[in-house]
């Protein structure tokens, strides 16, 4: 299996799962848009509807693979249920950091270089049930680094 970044044996399952899936996330999202272009591209309306017919089905396929990430990792959970299905500014939800007045004043919402802002996104109460390498015998490998 390709896309690995790291030696396929250091890998727990869980680990090799979590990429595979990520992959697919990835490859879904892809087709939904190649088949979007060829909908808006295409001149014949019959072909178009099977496009669009087609390009939902992936939009389905990318959601059920997103809601097994979810269900599987604790970062992905807590940054989904913080951004999604949400009202109002999508970027006022993240928590500010103690550089955002600093970059808000130089008149973006960037912030400064080495702070990606991302905030705390390690869940430290794991619910039952989540993927975690170490229940595996692997050594702790948090999918986010805690502070
Ligand atoms: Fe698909």
Same mark, same amino acid.
Request: proline residues 10%.
């Given at each position: 299996?390709?896309?690995?970044?790291?030696?396929?044996? *250091?890998?727990?399952?869980?680990?090799?799962?979590?990429?595979?899936?990520?992959? *697919?996330?990835?490859?879904?999202?892809?087709?939904?848009?190649?088949?979007?272009? +060829?909908?808006?591209?295409?001149?014949?309306?019959?072909?178009?509807?099977?496009?669009?017919?087609?390009?939902?089905?992936?939009?389905?396929?990318?959601?059920?693979?997103?809601?097994?990430?979810?269900?599987?990792?604790? @970062?992905?959970?807590?940054?989904? +249920?913080?951004?999604?299905?949400?009202?109002?500014?999508?970027?006022?939800?993240?928590?500010?950091?103690? *550089? @955002?007045?600093?970059?808000? *004043? +130089?008149?973006?919402?960037?912030?400064? +270089?080495?702070?990606?802002?991302?905030?705390?996104?390690?869940?430290?109460?794991?619910?039952?049930g989540r993927h975690d390498s170490r229940a595996a015998g692997a050594p702790e490998r948090a999918l986010c680094p805690t502070?």
């Amino acid at each position: 299996m390709n896309g690995y970044h790291e030696p396929y044996e *250091s890998l727990a399952p869980p680990d090799r799962d979590l990429h595979r899936a990520l992959l *697919s996330l990835k490859e879904e999202i892809e087709a939904v848009d190649w088949y979007h272009q +060829r909908v808006v591209t295409c001149t014949d309306q019959d072909l178009g509807q099977v496009l669009a017919h087609n390009r939902d089905e992936e939009i389905e396929h990318a959601c059920m693979t997103l809601e097994w990430v979810r269900r599987t990792s604790p @970062a992905w959970d807590l940054a989904l +249920r913080k951004f999604v299905f949400t009202e109002g500014s999508i970027t006022q939800k993240e928590r500010p950091s103690p *550089s @955002a007045p600093l970059a808000a *004043s +130089r008149g973006h919402a960037e912030p400064p +270089r080495g702070d990606l802002a991302i905030g705390r996104l390690h869940d430290p109460v794991e619910p039952k049930g989540r993927h975690d390498s170490r229940a595996a015998g692997a050594p702790e490998r948090a999918l986010c680094p805690t502070p």
